[in-house]
């Protein structure tokens, strides 16, 4: 290839990359625009995702929010208000998941931190269920079980400690995804949100005490199958 | 020539066989000083590899085994080129190309939610989650939520018996943010959720964390 050729390849790769960038962005908009969303309401959602883009945001969970609001008819101005807010609290998100030692973490784990930082988790407890998680795949599942807990009224302190506890000990991930349903019952059953923590802390459990994780059928004791718990083919 | 002098037509004449006869002194002078040079010059030439006529031949039927068709290109491929490339130019080509890379889209959008991601950890596996509100005065109730994209007529409900209505879907294990859409124009949470939190609209969202062993409520 001659020198001229190469010049030529170079220029050519140049002007792609605006190229796909643009493609990148456009994909935003033309989401937003298939959903039905005015024009002038998905430019100013792009225009959030691509300053959040720096900070190392993931444009699709602030589309779905977007996507989100427009189907509960929320205003346009309110929509881009929320749109912001979630970007903000994805790029604290974010920071805090890299600096827990995951440097390249998934839209997706940004996303569960963000929602469990929503549900009142701070950064600090953020950052030891993603160390607890050890691979970065289980720090999502880890979040959502924590952020779930504190919203039913656990303390964020205590479902952290809960699910940190089940991460360190290797615990099925079927035993962790199950906590929320399981404290969920427990509030069905009368107890108070301090009381469930309690029960679902790793001494208690240790102890005996308490609600165990798993009888004969895998199933907290004392949990039982309501009309959600799946009878046909749970695993199509 | 070598010393400046120039040989004549007969000189070259002699060299060629020609009787010397018809040549003066000075043009045979010339004659044997040329042949003394080509002596000399023949006299260091090294003797040529006996093997040079094979390695030669070898290589002329290794091109012919090329593929004819194409053959401009194959040539083109298969041949040694030089180069002549700036250092600069390289770096530009390889600062292009990661930024193309970088750039360019990895996955569609929708499948970084946080509900999908964590479905992909535990494998991909989905599990049957029957949804049910008590709306008997409702004319229609779908539930719409991260896994419908928030779409209000993915997920229709059934009305049954007392003004139950329902449906079973098969979800991602993970967490999902859900409600009810009431006739259409009222969004309901689900009281029977595991938790209910803000959706940065002013409202609220259902939660759910949906495990390998299914939904479990009371």
Not at chain 1, 12 to 34: I, N
Not at chain 2, 160 to 181: D, K, Q
Request: hydrophobic share 45%; net charge positive.
């Amino acid at each position: 290839m001659s020198g001229r050729g190469v010049r030529w390849l170079v220029l050519a790769a140049v002007l792609c990359a605006p190229a796909v960038l643009a493609a990148r962005q456009g994909s935003v908009v033309s989401r937003l625009s298939a959903r039905g969303l005015p024009a002038a309401l998905a430019r100013e959602v792009q225009r959030i995702a691509a300053d959040a883009a720096g900070q190392g945001v993931p444009p699709g969970p602030l589309a779905d929010k977007a996507i989100e609001g427009w189907a509960k008819h929320v205003p346009p101005a309110r929509i881009v208000s929320a749109v912001r807010l979630f970007a903000g609290r994805m790029a604290e998100a974010g920071a805090a998941v890299r600096s827990a030692g995951i440097q390249n973490p998934s839209g997706g784990v940004i996303a569960a931190a963000a929602e469990a930082m929503g549900g009142g988790l701070k950064a600090e407890e953020i950052r030891m269920v993603v160390r607890a998680a050890g691979a970065a795949e289980e720090a999502s599942p880890g979040l959502s079980v924590a952020a779930s807990l504190a919203a039913q009224g656990i303390g964020s302190k205590q479902a952290v400690t809960i699910v940190v506890d089940a991460m360190e000990h290797r615990r099925p991930m079927s035993q962790l995804l199950d906590l929320p349903s399981v404290a969920r019952s427990m509030h069905d059953r009368g107890m108070s949100p301090g009381e469930i923590g309690e029960r679902l802390l790793p001494h208690h459990r240790d102890a005996g005490g308490g609600e165990h994780h798993g009888d004969k059928n895998d199933r907290p004791p004392g949990v039982p199958p309501g009309p959600g718990h799946p009878s046909g083919p749970g695993h199509p | 020539m070598t010393d400046g002098r120039a040989f004549g037509p007969g000189a070259h004449s002699y060299l060629d066989g020609k009787p010397s006869g018809e040549l003066s002194a000075e043009e045979r002078a010339s004659a044997d000083r040329l042949a003394a040079l080509i002596r000399a010059y023949a006299d260091g030439l090294k003797p040529v590899d006996p093997a040079m006529d094979e390695a030669v031949m070898a290589a002329v039927r290794r091109r012919g085994a090329v593929p004819a068709a194409g053959d401009g290109v194959w040539r083109w491929l298969l041949t040694s080129h030089r180069v002549p490339v700036r250092p600069v130019w390289v770096a530009a080509l390889a600062a292009a190309a990661a930024l193309v890379l970088w750039l360019a889209p990895r996955a569609p959008a929708g499948a970084r939610s946080g509900a999908v991601a964590v479905a992909a950890a535990a494998g991909r596996d989905t599990v049957f989650v029957r949804f049910e509100l008590v709306a008997p005065e409702a004319r229609s109730v779908a539930v719409a939520g991260s896994f419908t994209g928030w779409r209000t007529d993915a997920l229709p409900m059934v009305r049954g018996a007392a003004g139950v209505w329902s449906v079973t879907v098969a979800l991602p294990i993970g967490e999902h943010r859900y409600e009810f859409v009431v006739d259409q124009t009222r969004w309901v949470p689900d009281p029977t959720a595991h938790a209910q939190v803000d959706d940065g609209f002013g409202g609220r969202n259902s939660v759910i964390v949906v495990g390998p062993k299914g939904l479990v409520r009371s």
